[in-house]
């Protein structure tokens, strides 16, 4: 209480201007990781008092799925591939409109090239499939949807 200015340090290495001089200093981390900010506020006859804070800057989740893809080996959407951010993990099970599972695959990097459990290729047509996913706090969400496949060979 009693400050007479304010001096914040935010610790951000991806910028060189990370500094504040606001009553109540603001920043926004671009990039997600582990920062320690300080705020030094001077008071009248040299009474300062120093408090430093850790946080967390975790990515917002965010998932794309793409609802058709045409395995036919021309390079352009070979395979169903799930794009997302700020997830740690991911597991998706694709169905086909019986409800007979046809693939599986788990990670970050997982995809379907269209070959069924037992090793054949899909027919084209609709499939389901079933998304289990971890965020960067360890909440595990669930999501479901269609896709198409179309031009297989």
């Known amino acids: 209480s009693n400050a007479t200015s304010y001096a914040w340090y935010f610790n951000d290495p991806n910028s060189t201007a990370d500094t504040s001089h606001a009553t109540n200093g603001m920043w926004a981390y671009s990039v997600q990781g582990s920062y320690c900010m300080m705020l030094i506020a001077y008071g ?88 289990q996913y971890t965020d960067l706090k360890d909440d595990t969400f669930e999501a479901k949807g269609y896709l198409q496949l179309i031009d297989q060979p």
């Open 44 to 131: 009248n006859s040299g009474c300062n008092d120093t408090s430093i804070q850790c946080v967390n800057v975790i990515e917002d989740v965010t998932i794309e799925v793409p609802n058709v893809f045409s395995p036919n080996g021309d390079g352009i959407n070979d395979a169903f591939f799930i794009h997302s951010t700020g997830i740690k993990d991911l597991k998706c099970t694709i169905y086909d409109r019986w409800g007979l599972k046809m693939a599986e695959f788990s990670g970050l990097n997982g995809s379907w090239d269209s070959t069924t459990l037992n090793g054949k290729k899909a027919s084209n047509g609709t499939y389901y499939y079933l998304l």
